[in-house]
């Protein structure tokens, strides 16, 4: 009678695991092909853009429902001082020594029925008009967008690990205008 239970158990989960197989998971470390798109913009904030710059994903990006944007700005200051592009994740704020600050954000807009695939990049500041130059004018960013699944799975703060495990090559990058 146990020989009998242990077969048709066995029976049992042979037939419960029959059917096609399910969609591999995305984690980006265990072999499986994550797709990531990366592109880069320079941008320039004003009071005559309302310190806003709407940036439209390149239409060779294939952009679903499931995907979310990561965007990360070049810190200036800190990529001088370390000799080599330093990319920072957006939110990023700064505080000034004189009190205040200025903080670049991003709405990521999706909307598949109406064809909208596009980002607004914009500052936030205590005073935006007395911000300098070198926060406002001739900003770059680089924007990637990947599963969300992925983004949630994998630390996404450094850009350069990012596109490493995304096997991205940052040199080939495009930069939009």
């Not at 807009?109 to 909208?116: A, L, P, V």
């Not at 926060?135 to 992925?150: C, G």
Request: proline fraction near 5%; hydrophobic fraction near 45%.
């Amino acid at each position: 009678m146990k020989k009998l239970i242990a077969l048709a158990s066995f029976l049992v989960l042979i037939i419960a695991c029959e059917g096609p197989e399910g969609p591999p998971g995305i984690d980006g470390t265990n072999g499986v092909n994550v797709t990531g798109k990366a592109f880069e913009i320079t941008a320039d904030f004003n009071s005559a853009n309302n310190f806003a710059v709407n940036v439209t994903v390149p239409n060779s990006i294939q952009v679903f429902n499931s995907d979310v944007a990561l965007v990360y700005v070049r810190d200036p200051q800190a990529s001088a001082d370390n000799g080599a592009d330093v990319w920072e994740p957006l939110p990023r704020t700064f505080f000034f020594n004189g009190g205040g600050f200025a903080q670049f954000q991003f709405n990521f807009i999706f909307d598949e029925n109406q064809n909208i695939f596009d980002l607004d990049l914009f500052i936030e500041s205590d005073d935006l008009d007395a911000l300098d130059a070198s926060f406002t004018q001739n900003q770059d960013f680089r924007i990637v967008i990947v599963p969300a699944d992925f983004a949630t799975q994998n630390d996404v703060s450094n850009l350069n690990d990012l596109l490493s495990t995304l096997n991205i090559d940052a040199n080939q990058i495009s930069l939009l205008n």
